[in-house]
């Protein structure tokens, strides 16, 4: 605090001045502005500026929230605030003294207003904690990521063990004609084999007052398809969806999977066959579960015979991989391509033979995992799927 008196004949001045505080030039009158100027340069020096931006930062220390530190922003850094005042005092001063005046009074501001950031930052983080709105030590929450459905892990699985074998893999329609569900495959119109697929058609009829196309009953058309695009020899599994009308139990459902093989080449056999498959069961199954095989009709394939797969009590625990009173559960038909097929596509029947099979995979996985219902794929039953 410094008082200063002035006397000019009948003027008597009398001035208080607070170090440091701030001082609106433009309303003081040129005499008090001479005045000011002076007490100004005698009481500013880089010293008196440090000191009052260490008084500075010892009150925001104190404050204690987010209102006060404005306060004091206001009080120091605001229009009138206390830096503010000398920056602007400046011009007032003696020019020896502007520069170090200037340059003190820069870096105190520029001080003050980091230490105002960092002291507002820790306020809000001192808020946050004391609500325990966050505690950033804390591990983060998992993402649900989600798992492949039981289905489409058993069909790569599946698919997997024939690429090892040298199958490719290929997909085809899922709405399909006659034609290739039916006819290519030895099946034509008003054949009695036709009531084994009970069939969803396709409610189109062509200029000929037919009903050409069907939700695929099996994976089979993609026999036709694939031997006429290419040449022999070919090795394929297709998996995809087929359609039948039928009554669902727990064996049985409506839409499901299936996996189609086919081989064709020179010299195939029926021990091609049975080793090929052998070999895709005990990938699958492991080497001690066992594996019948049965004579079956397919009107595509001859000799044609259906694969079935242990589900006999196992004495460790008891129990049937499927708990139904059978020892025995069909997961596919299989057989030798029947020539009549061969010949459709344009394959010579006396040079090239082959073999045929159709799987499901959801019988696989009801095996491989004991699940009792084939239902349970199509529920999307979270308590279900999240076990595989
Ligand atoms: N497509 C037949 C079915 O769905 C299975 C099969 C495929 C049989 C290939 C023989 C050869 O029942």
Redesign the pocket.
Known sequence: MTNWRLRAGRWSIRLTLRQGAAYNFTSLTLLQRIIVSQVLAQTQSAESISELASQALAELDAVPDADSAEQWRVAWLGRRGQITGILRSIPQLEPELRREVGTAANQARNLLDEALSRRIRELAEAELAARGALDVTLPGRPVVTGRLHPTTQIVREVCAAFMAMGFSVVEGPEVELDHYNFEMLNIPAGHPARDMWNSLWVDYVNEDGQQPMLLR????PMQARVMESQEPPVRVVVPGKCYRYEATDATHEWHFY?I?GLAVAEGITFADLKGTLYEFARRVFGADRQIRFRCDY?P??EP?VDMSISNFVDPATGRRPINRDEDWIEI????MVHPRVLEGVGYDPQRYTGF???MGPERIGMLKYGIDDIRHFYRNDVRFLRQF
């Open positions: 009953t099996h994976t089979s299936q189609e397919f595509f394939v044609g596919m038909g299989a057989g045929a099979f159709g």
